[in-house]
T-cell receptor, first 114, second 115 residues
Framework: ETGVTQTPRHLVMGMTNKKSLKCEQH?????MYWYKQSAKKPLELMFV???????ENNSVPSRFSPECPNSSHLFLHLHTLQPEDSALYLC?????????????FGQGTRLTVV | GESVGLHLPTLSVQEGDNSIINCAYS??????FIWYKQESGKGPQFIID?????DKRQGQRVTVLLNKTVKHLSLQIAATQPGDSAVYFC??????????????FGRGTQLTVWP
């Protein structure tokens, strides 16, 4: 266990569905991140939250909507996704915005869009 | 744009041998470099990092070497064990400017250890 918990572990959704991914960290960190991991591609940074404020939105389509209600929780709301959005979505946290030795990843949510 | 590459997508070694995983990067302004290990079904796990003012750092059974002249990073695993089988990612980041807090990842090298 890394102290970062993601739910659900697996999700299959249709293109017209609305779903949410949840991330919770128990490490007292103040920065949280969403990454997308597709097959044969580098990890892609999607969103960065620092002190519950979004500090980066890395040109992600609006069908992905993050929410950070407090420093321990991070959500990724999904709606009208496309099949190419199928991937492993990883949440990470760190103390401070800089990711280095303090960064911990969750186990990810394997998303399949049908 | 930023890029981080790996020389080999796969590496197979026998148990007990040493493994060397390589990574090339393009941004000479990077301040730190990290190696992550990702086992099947799990998220990336931090292994070791090195700052740009160092050229070598050792951990438990792992050594990271940084050659800034040729922008090359390597991870050496001594006495490789079956539990080392995983995908290994290199990543780099900066303490400054607009890329503060952003990590750039390579595509990963699949390490397979044979008994």
């Amino acid at each position: 266990e890394t102290g970062v918990t993601q739910t659900p572990r697996h999700l299959v959704m249709g293109m017209t569905n609305k779903k949410s991914l949840k991330c919770e960290q128990h490490l007292g960190h103040n920065a949280m991140y969403w990454y997308k991991q597709s097959a044969k591609k580098p990890l892609e940074l999607m969103f960065v939250y620092s002190l519950e404020e979004r500090v980066e939105n890395n040109s992600v389509p609006s069908r992905f909507s993050p929410e950070c209600p407090n420093s321990s929780h991070l959500f990724l709301h999904l709606h009208t996704l496309q099949p190419e959005d199928s991937a492993l979505y990883l949440c990470a946290s760190s103390q401070g915005q800089r990711m280095n030795t303090e960064a911990f990843f969750g186990q990810g949510t394997r998303l399949t869009v049908v | 744009g930023e890029s981080v590459g790996l020389h080999l997508p796969t590496l197979s070694v026998q148990e007990g041998d040493n493994s060397i995983i390589n990574c090339a990067y393009s941004n000479s302004a990077s301040d730190y470099f990290i190696w992550y290990k990702q086992e099947s079904g799990k998220g990336p796990q931090f292994i070791i990092d090195i700052r740009s003012n160092m050229d070598k750092r050792q951990g438990q059974r792992v050594t990271v070497l940084l050659n800034k002249t040729v922008k090359h990073l390597s991870l050496q695993i001594a006495a490789t064990q079956p539990g080392d089988s995983a995908v290994y990612f290199c990543a780099f980041g900066s303490d400054r400017g607009s890329t503060l807090g952003r990590l750039y990842f390579g595509r990963g090298t699949q390490l397979t250890v044979w008994p």
